[in-house]
């Protein structure tokens, strides 16, 4: 939900050559909640430029969950990609995003994080500060 991090995360992906399993988990967000009347659009760009033969950005499903996703097709619908959604979101999830939390990218990014201070724990837990202060009766 962070778009500083998705964006970190998206450039690591490019320089790992996977930029597209982001992308098309974005583009199938964009599917599920996009405008009705857009949805067989919406389909039909997805399977255009990510799971077509040849496709430009093509990512990489199993055959059963590409079978499935070409039957459902047919019909479109805004969940129509949810199980070629789920196969890369779990590939990034196993494999994409721990590699990302152990980069070099993703350690500047938690050094440069401004962590705002309620969320910082004290050494004494009952030495807290009062947050709002008000005269004493």
């Given at each position: ?5 998705r964006?970190?995360?998206l ?8 930029a597209?399993?982001l992308?098309f988990?974005e ?11 857009r949805?067989a ?20 499903i199993?055959?059963k ?12 619908h805004r ?11 779990m ?18 990014l938690?050094?440069?994080?401004v ?8 050494v ?14």
């Open positions: 939900t962070d778009p500083l991090g964006a970190q995360l450039d690591f992906l490019k320089k790992e050559f996977s597209e399993n992308s988990w583009a199938c967000e964009g599917l599920r909640y996009g405008e009705q009347s949805i659009d919406i389909v039909n760009d997805i399977y255009q430029q990510f799971l077509a033969p040849g496709a430009t950005r093509w990512v990489n199993d055959s969950t590409m079978e499935r996703t070409l039957e459902g097709i047919k019909t479109p969940y129509v990609m949810d199980d070629a959604q789920m196969h890369i979101y590939l990034m999830k196993k494999d994409s995003y721990p590699r990302f939390l152990k980069s070099e990218l993703y350690r500047n938690l050094a440069e994080a962590i705002p201070p309620e969320t910082k724990k004290r004494f837990p009952f030495m807290r500060k009062q947050r709002h202060s008000s005269p004493s009766p």
